[in-house]
């Protein structure tokens, strides 16, 4: 079955610190990979994507992800946190034949002034 | 741009009520767009695909007939949660799909809470 994991439930960083929030995907074919954040009581921004070719994504409110082929990875990152990121991110998967997305169980992201 | 735009935000009413949920995507034409509920602390679960002027297509174990979507032109589809009960409360949201490169791009959602 076709399945995207958050490892983390949370993820907690102090501001200013780099942060990490880990996706994994188990999808057959080359899929589109997307990275959202929902704010409370709020529907889902989008941060950035992964088509194709270069494998760091820039996105976004600084966010980056790194697309790693052989790990079938797709990590958000930002160097510098702040304490306005503090959200749910949701990693998601589309298979190259569905428009559908396949979502992860998200992970809260709580930064620390 | 890519705006969508979901009304109403929050709705309260009692059992046994029909829900409208209006779902428009302000600056652009949708191909396709998205039903999700969204439990307390829970990811999104598609519930079901409209593409304008066909019929959607739900996702197994959704009531096509206690959910019914109409996606009347490309800017604007909606929900209808029918005859609600207590346990159809829950946050809904849409989204809009420009193509398949494209992002989805989501509603604010609904807050549905029957009584």
């Known amino acids: 079955a076709q399945s995207v994991a958050q490892p983390e439930d949370q993820v907690n960083v102090a501001e200013g610190n780099p942060l990490t929030v880990k996706c994994t995907y188990s999808?057959?074919?080359?899929?589109?990979l997307f990275w959202y954040v929902q704010y409370p009581n709020r529907g889902l921004q989008f941060l950035l994507k992964?088509?194709?070719?270069?494998?760091l994504v820039k996105g976004s409110y600084g966010f980056e992800a790194e697309f790693n082929k052989s790990q079938t990875s797709f990590h958000l990152k930002k160097p510098s946190a702040l304490v306005s990121d503090s959200a749910l991110y949701f990693c998601?998967?589309?298979?190259?034949?569905?428009?559908?997305?396949?979502f992860g169980t998200g992970t809260r992201l709580q930064v620390f002034p | 741009g890519a705006v969508v735009s979901q009304h109403p935000s929050r709705v309260i009413c009692k059992s046994g009520t029909s829900v409208k949920i209006e779902c428009r995507s302000l600056?652009?034409?949708?191909?396709?767009m998205f039903w999700y509920r969204q439990f307390p602390k829970q990811s999104l679960m598609l519930m079901a695909t409209?593409?304008?002027?066909?019929?959607?297509?739900?996702e197994q174990g959704v009531e096509k007939d206690k959910f019914l979507i109409n996606h009347a032109s490309l800017t604007l589809s909606t929900l209808t949660v029918t005859s609600a009960h207590p346990e159809d409360s829950s946050f809904y949201i849409c989204?809009?799909?420009?193509?398949?490169?494209?992002?989805?791009?989501f509603g604010d959602g609904t807050r549905l809470s029957i009584l």
């Open positions: 989204s809009a799909g420009q193509g398949q490169n494209q992002p989805q791009h």
């Open positions: 999808v057959s074919g080359n899929p589109y």
């Open positions: 992964y088509i194709t070719g270069d494998n």
């Open positions: 998601a998967v589309r298979p190259y034949n569905t428009d559908k997305l396949i």
């Open positions: 600056d652009f034409q949708a191909t396709t």
């Open positions: 409209s593409n304008e002027g066909s019929k959607a297509t739900y």
